[in-house]
Structures are given as C-alpha cells and as structure tokens.
C-alpha cells in the first residue's frame, strides 16, 4: 500500500498563491501516474490535474494558465503551483497515486481563498 502525505495548504487571499506537496512511500513512485483532486463542500471530488510517469500532464479547464503540476521522482513527491487563486479554488485538496493494479488516496489538505 501506498503511503501520502499531503502539506502546504492554509488561507490565502484572492490573487495569491500555494505550493501543495504530497510525499509518498510505499511504492516505486517513478512508474505511478501521481494527480491532485479537490473537494468543495456540497461538491463532488474533481479532478484538478495528473502526472504520469512520462510527465505527460492534464489540466482541468478552471485551473489551466494558473496552476502547475511536477513531480520530483528523487524525493518521491508531487507538487502542485497554484498562482492567482480565486475564492472558488477553495476545497480540500488530495493527491492520489495510481499504479496498473492499485490507487491510493492522501489524507486531504485544506486551501481556503478568502478575503
């Protein structure tokens, strides 16, 4: 099984930014597609944007042009850039590692966009 921690989140104000890290143990983290997903109350989990293990990326829509996704297959973490948040970014943000038989979950870090 696979092991995440997620940090960096907090409260930041509208137009500011954050790093999110998510450290993993547990697995060969180079060879597993590593994605951020977020939750907003009232919401379903979405998906905000994903690495693979040849560093071809996705973006959601809402995030493209501000946030930026990399992973550091020495240190076995995925980070996630986020510049020119918006109050509507605000949710609980979790990382999650796929491999060709298994997908595990972080524990959720949260970001509040708020004046």
């Known amino acids: 099984q696979v092991q995440l921690v997620e940090s960096g989140g907090g409260l930041v104000q509208p137009g500011g930014s954050l790093r999110l890290s998510c450290a993993a143990s547990g697995s060969i983290f180079r060879l597993n597609t590593m994605g951020w997903y977020r939750q907003a109350p009232g919401k379903e989990r979405e998906l905000v944007a994903n690495?693979?293990?040849?560093?071809?990326?996705y973006y959601a829509d809402s995030v493209k042009g501000r946030f930026t996704i990399s992973r550091d297959n020495a240190k076995n973490t995925v980070y996630l850039q986020m510049n020119s948040l918006k109050p509507e970014d605000t949710a609980v943000y979790y990382c999650?590692?796929?491999?060709?038989?298994?997908?595990?979950w972080g524990q959720g870090t949260q970001v509040t966009v708020s004046s």
């Open positions: 999650k590692s796929q491999s060709s038989s298994q997908s595990d």
């Open positions: 690495i693979t293990p040849r560093f071809s990326i």
